[in-house]
């Protein structure tokens, strides 16, 4: 089962009801403690085998002595993919357990997430990330975050000093989007070349992103 802890009530029931048909896969859940239960007993006890838990960053605690901070350490609890999302968060961060995300793009993905756990009975984060298409996305998004990280802050026509350091960073991005043969070939072609410049490499992975596209 996927948990999601979300406090604002009308984006709740308006998406509570836009996922009627994934009913058996997803539940909503809402942070209701008595006096004489403690957050963590009510977080062991209240989730059944989660799969998935996606929480709202700013979620609003009867309690001022509970934290977004606390509920998500307990959250790890179990091990699990722990997605936080808010309204103010710009892009997406994925490390290896917890996701941070914009709370919109959540919402907009989650259809496809859902599907596609329906189809492979297991979870693949990156369809929350970057929705139906979210091979070619994730792969765009690699090629932006290389361009704006160093070929805009580097001339075109300028050799790469330390190309060991740049492919080292390619084959973690590519690594990190689960496109590892990706990585492979740009580095390989990178690789192939005594000197080269920004330019070529910039070709380079244009190249090959467009070779997988086809």
């Known amino acids: 089962m996927i948990y999601i802890f979300d406090d604002r009530a009308q984006r709740r029931k308006d998406n509570e009801e836009k996922l009627r048909e994934f009913s058996n896969l997803i539940t909503f ?4 403690l008595t006096p004489e239960m ?9 989730m ?6 996606i929480f709202h960053k700013s979620y609003v605690f009867e309690d001022k002595n509970i934290t977004d901070d606390t509920v998500w350490y307990l959250f790890t609890y179990y091990d699990v993919p ?46 929350l990330l970057w929705g139906k298409q979210y091979k070619l ?20 026509e300028n050799y790469v000093e330390d190309i060991p350091k740049l492919t080292r960073i390619i084959r973690l991005k590519c690594k990190t989007i689960n496109e590892e043969n990706l990585g492979n070939n740009i580095i390989a072609e990178i690789n192939s070349h005594i000197r080269i410049t920004w330019h070529d490499v910039a070709d380079i992975i244009d190249n090959q992103i467009k070779n997988i596209s086809k």
Do not use: R
Request: aromatic share 10%.
């Open 29 to 32: 859940k809402t942070i209701t």
């Open 38 to 46: 403690s957050v963590e007993d009510w977080i062991i006890d209240s």
């Open 48 to 53: 059944e085998n989660p799969e998935c838990i």
């Open 82 to 127: 722990i997605v936080i999302f808010s309204g103010g968060t710009e892009g997406s961060n994925k490390g290896d357990k917890k996701i941070i995300m914009n709370a919109d793009l959540m919402y907009q993905n989650l259809p496809y997430f859902l599907q596609n756990f329906k189809e492979n009975e297991k979870i693949n984060i990156d369809t």
């Open 137 to 156: 996305n994730a792969i765009l998004q690699f090629q932006n975050e290389i361009s704006k990280d160093y070929f805009i802050l580097n001339n075109p």
